[in-house]
């Protein structure tokens, strides 16, 4: 079978999780004898119309994009826009050599649906669309958008577009499907629990790169660490306070690498508050990432308080992975905070709720036996709940092609 994967963002320099979970889930697929043909944007200033490589058995097809991150709103919302059109003009020749049995696609962003369209149109290809962000809901929630705004409307468009041309939506958590049945009424039957996923034999780490305790000199440190999207979704103020409580305390230190649109906010915070326990790095590539993973102690994330969704962020299940105990501050609601506590494969709180955080911060950071703990409770939970076999067995079934 030949399976189509269409992303907003495949780069091996991304800090998101979701370029690192798709590639699982496409070798995943590949290893199970499928063709996989990864189409993506590529943002490079002198791309070319479509460029194809391949990667691990993979077919990675990128198509030339206008630029889509760090950049101003408006730039970014047009260059988003233009994807489906400028995805089908640079593939739509090289797909009539291939014999599509299906389609997964990942929202965000929501402008893959139209493309979908276009290449199904006429067709019985199913498709599978791994809804992991309520766009623009999350934007109204925090107050970015208001509900009845004309760019509200337009990007509602193309969201229902979106639930329209796939023939199963997957969302991440029993919660979330609750509220996208409340939301999408028009749409319930399509929509399906998919958590999210990883593979949980850990990444080979590779040699070259100097160890970030030498670099930062962070001996006989305990490392909090947040790696992945700075940004309005993840509240990040929560854990600068978090920071800001444990200031004093000799051997916590706060490691974040990322980029987005809070980064700004962060390195305010951390000059403000004189904070000598924060170091920040923007970009570093997959492979120091997987490096920089096994140096530290223990794994940080956050969702912003005003969420309706109830996210399952993936950089979760990357520390989980790497046997790395979680400490996380989620919106009210959230099934994290069952999951995670009740298996106690993590220490979870609501955002808001500082005392318990900074109390939770402080248990871990006082006993390696908690950590130790926590670490291969999470583990074990994830072999047995959040496994990459599992997701790309329940999405096949779920196309019919299995």
């Not at 290449?119 to 109204?140: A, E």
């Amino acid at each position: 079978m030949a399976i189509l994967i269409l992303l907003d963002d495949f780069s091996p320099k991304s800090s998101k999780v979701s370029p690192k979970m798709m590639k699982e889930l496409a070798l995943e697929l590949f290893h199970r004898g499928n063709r996989v043909i990864v189409i993506a944007p590529n943002e490079e200033p002198n791309a070319k119309k479509l460029e194809i490589n391949h990667d691990q058995g993979l077919e990675i097809w990128r198509f030339k994009s206008g630029p889509l991150k760090n950049i101003p709103h408006i730039k970014r919302g047009i260059n988003e826009s233009l994807l489906p059109f400028r995805g089908w003009q640079a593939i739509k020749r090289s797909l009539k050599n291939v014999d599509i049995s299906g389609i997964i696609f990942y929202s965000p962003s929501i402008f893959m649906g139209p493309l979908v369209k276009r290449i199904t149109t006429g067709t019985t290809i199913p498709s599978y669309m791994v809804l992991r962000d309520f766009f623009p809901q999350w934007l109204i929630d925090i107050g970015m958008l208001s509900e009845k705004s004309l760019i509200t409307r337009y990007f509602k468009f193309f969201e229902k577009m979106n639930y329209q041309t796939a023939t199963k939506i997957g969302v991440m958590s029993p919660n979330n499907l609750s509220l996208f049945q409340k939301l999408h009424p028009e749409f319930s039957e399509k929509a399906e629990v998919l958590y999210n996923w990883t593979n949980p034999t850990v990444d080979q780490i590779t040699t070259g790169f100097s160890s970030i305790r030498k670099r930062l000199n962070l001996y006989n440190k305990t490392i909090f660490f947040y790696g992945g999207n700075i940004g309005h979704a993840q509240d990040m103020a929560n854990l600068m306070r978090l920071a800001i409580q444990l200031k004093d305390h000799p051997t916590a230190h706060f490691l974040f690498i990322g980029e987005g649109d809070e980064v700004k906010l962060i390195l305010e915070t951390a000059q403000t508050h004189a904070l000598k326990n924060f170091s920040y790095l923007p970009y570093v590539s997959q492979e120091e990432y997987i490096s920089i993973l096994s140096e530290i102690d223990i794994g940080l994330f956050s969702l912003a308080a005003n969420h309706t969704a109830h996210n399952f962020p993936g950089k979760v299940f990357g520390y989980m992975a790497h046997k790395i105990p979680v400490l996380g501050s989620v919106n009210s609601g959230n099934d994290l905070i069952d999951i995670l506590n009740t298996n106690e494969a993590g220490l979870i709180s609501v955002n808001g709720e500082d005392d318990l955080l900074y109390k939770n911060a402080c248990n871990l950071l006082e006993s390696e036996q908690l950590r130790n703990k926590i670490a291969q409770n999470g583990l074990d939970l994830l072999n047995h709940q959040f496994s990459v076999k599992k997701a790309a067995t329940q999405i096949l079934q779920s196309m019919g092609l299995n």
